[in-house]
């Protein structure tokens, strides 16, 4: 099917790259998402071009090119952007539903479409549009729909399943009823798929405004219970603060009311109570938060997430409980903000804003934490220690003052004394720092374990 009359913006460049290569005798469409957003009226993110050329013919005809993969796919620079050029492939056996084994080329652009995942993906463009699995319709009725056989299609990538669930959230489409029972029929296939690409799928979903209906849409799909059945776990789990909201709802309203931009944010919204399905007792929730930053760091790893990424949730995790009262003495201000440090302060209280507004908030409570930001801008005024490195003392000094050698008694002792420190600022002077080494000289040489034991005594 082809329809002539549509019309498609393509940029001059991408234009210029379809034109060399039909010049040069050979086929050249723009295709898949480029052509499906640029039909919607969207901003297509990159522009991809298919063509029966191979990679060393492509590159032949483009003196910026660069060809640095076995998939096809040789890279055009043009003055505006990056054109993938790929030559038509055939769908390869997903033997075990993880990778391609290996790549086959076609000379038809039928048969390259055919192996595209949905129908709204299957369009090419040329001047005009080559659409054989009906894709325009799709799009006019907002349907994701599998390309021919849903089953065989997910049996050869899994991935697709997950896919559909991120074209549904992303473009607010819904998922067409035979595409939606064979994901029901094989969920199971994704606990085969690399967590590399599941991340790749979720940080796309994640990105949308509300980001909650594709999870739900996982969870009602059966997906979820195969790659994060966690959440699942949280379903029907009361949340303490509403009556009416599960678990499961209170996180997927938070992470909604975290900022799009920031999936560090996002990923905390969505998991900051994962522990509490563990530990809930008699209506309480004890050390969910240790818990759940465990739990977090599982799940992340499995979705081969960066180190640092999950080392910032884990701690916006484990640390979002605090509960600042006007109470707090100004060495409760200081031990918080060496507890959090200081870096992080901004985006705990942009979790607890979403935390807030998850729990049905209209207006988030904000008050109390503008305060607590106000004492903590006071005390840093105050240039107090606020790290080890501050304090007027140092392992040697440590080391003189008690007469030891280099050993473990050394850093115990200045985690000892900077704890003082906290509490009063200004024991922070060689001096004073001296004199409570040797007022404390007994305790501070006695081993941790004999300590712990003097304290159970008393
Ligand atoms: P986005 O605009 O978010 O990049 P996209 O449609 O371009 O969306 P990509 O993941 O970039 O999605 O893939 C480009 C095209 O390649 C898709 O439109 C689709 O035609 C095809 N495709 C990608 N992944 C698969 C897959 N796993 N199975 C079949 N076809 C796929
Ligand atoms: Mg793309």
Redesign the pocket.
């Known amino acids: 099917m082809s329809d002539p009359k549509v019309e498609l913006r393509v940029p001059s460049d991408v234009v210029d790259v379809i034109e060399r290569l039909h010049e040069a005798g050979f086929e050249a469409y723009v295709v ?3 052509v ?2 640029a039909l919607l009226h969207l901003e ?3 522009w ?1 071009v298919a063509t029966n050329a191979l990679p060393a013919d492509i590159q032949k005809r483009f003196r910026r090119s660069l060809y640095t993969n076995r998939f096809g796919t040789v890279i055009v620079q043009t003055p505006e952007r990056e054109v993938e050029v790929t030559t038509y492939r055939l769908e390869s056996e997903y033997s075990d539903h993880r990778h391609p084994d290996a790549v086959a080329f076609t000379h038809s652009l039928y048969e390259d479409l055919a ?3 949905f129908t709204i ?2 369009m090419a463009w040329d001047g005009r549009l080559r659409d054989p699995h009906a894709g325009a319709r799709d799009l006019r009725d907002r349907l994701i729909r599998a390309v021919g056989d849903p089953n065989e299609r997910f049996r050869e ?1 899994a ?2 399943m997950l ?1 559909a669930v991120r074209f549904a959230t ?1 473009l607010g489409f819904r998922i067409e009823e035979t595409t939606t029972a064979a994901i029901r029929a094989n969920a199971e296939l994704m606990r085969a798929v690399s967590g590399e690409r599941i991340q790749q799928e979720l940080r ?1 979903i994640l990105a949308v405004p509300k980001p909650s209906g594709a999870f739900r849409l996982m969870s009602e799909l059966g997906l979820a219970a195969v790659i994060f059945p966690e959440l699942d776990q949280a379903r029907d789990v009361p949340q303490e603060k509403a009556a009416a909201q599960d678990v499961f709802g209170h996180l997927l309203a938070t992470l909604d009311a975290t900022p799009q931009d920031d999936v560090v944010l996002r990923l905390a919204g969505l998991l900051h109570d994962i522990g509490k399905p563990d530990t809930y007792q008699d209506g309480h929730f004890y050390q969910h938060e240790y818990v759940g930053e465990a739990k977090t760091k599982r799940i992340l790893r499995r979705w081969k997430f960066p180190k640092d990424e999950i080392e910032q949730v884990c701690h916006l995790v484990r640390n979002h409980m605090f509960w600042y009262q006007d109470e707090w003495t100004e060495s409760a201000v200081r031990r918080f903000i060496r507890k959090v440090g200081l870096e992080n302060i901004p985006t705990l209280f942009a979790l607890r804003r979403a935390d807030n507004i998850g729990s049905g908030a209209r207006q988030p409570r904000m008050v109390k934490l503008e305060q607590l930001w106000g004492r903590v801008a006071d005390e840093l005024n105050k240039e107090n220690a606020f790290s080890l490195r501050d304090l007027k003392i140092d392992g040697n000094g440590v080391m003189a003052a008690l007469a030891v050698p280099p050993g473990p008694v050394v850093g115990r002792t200045l985690n000892w004394l900077f704890e003082q420190v906290l509490d009063d600022p200004s024991l922070n002077q060689p001096e004073r720092l001296l004199a409570l080494i040797r007022e404390h000289r007994e305790e501070l040489l006695r081993p941790p374990h004999e300590q712990r034991r003097g304290e159970a005594a008393n």
């Open positions: 898949g998402g480029c499906r957003d297509p993110k990159d991809d192996r595209r995942d993906n299957a990538d991935l697709r896919r992303t796309r």
